[in-house]
């Protein structure tokens, strides 16, 4: 087993994968499955950065406005928008880690007669997107506080 494998609880190892076309298509499945289940994930992670990010600024140009009152609490849109777009870099974060875990352990030892395909294994581009997603957010979430200084 290599440093890249992940470590399988042993309860996981009261089978033996037998190579069948029943067994390889219920393989593809879950794989294609975590591939949606991240891509889920960039899609909520998306729609929380750009929404905390939308908050701020909308907030921003709405007290900068001379026929607004001025709001209650000027700052609440700030820490609202702040905690989005944090919820959508952490959540992507875990996914990242999740999706990694699981493809390495589908491309595990055990499951290498029944995944049929080749040595290691393909990544999908969804996984350097959602990296570039978190970057996004993290640079989101840089500017709102550099804004605040």
């Known amino acids: 087993m290599s440093a890249d494998e992940p ?9 033996e994968p037998h190579a069948s076309a029943e067994t390889h298509f219920s ?7 975590v591939e949606r289940t991240l891509m889920s994930w960039v899609r909520t992670a998306t729609a929380l950065i ?5 908050i701020v600024q909308f ?13 209650k609490w000027p700052e609440l849109p700030r820490y ?4 989005l777009i944090g919820a959508g870099v952490l959540g992507l974060v875990i996914s990242c880690w ?16 029944i995944a049929g395909l080749r ?3 393909l990544r999908t581009p969804l996984l350097l ?8 957010g993290i640079f989101a979430l840089g500017a709102i506080l550099l804004r605040a200084l």
């Open 129 to 136: 997107i959602a990296i570039i997603l978190i970057f996004i």
């Open 27 to 33: 393989w593809l499945r879950t794989r294609l499955s």
């Open 59 to 71: 907030f921003e140009r709405l007290n900068a406005m001379e026929s607004v009152a001025p709001a």
């Open 119 to 121: 040595e290691g294994g």
């Open 7 to 15: 470590q399988v609880p042993k309860e996981f190892h009261h089978f």
């Open 50 to 54: 750009g929404f905390g990010f939308t």
């Open 98 to 113: 999740q999706y990694v875990w699981v493809t390495n352990y589908l491309w595990s030892e055990q499951f290498k007669p």
């Open 80 to 83: 609202v928008g702040l905690a």
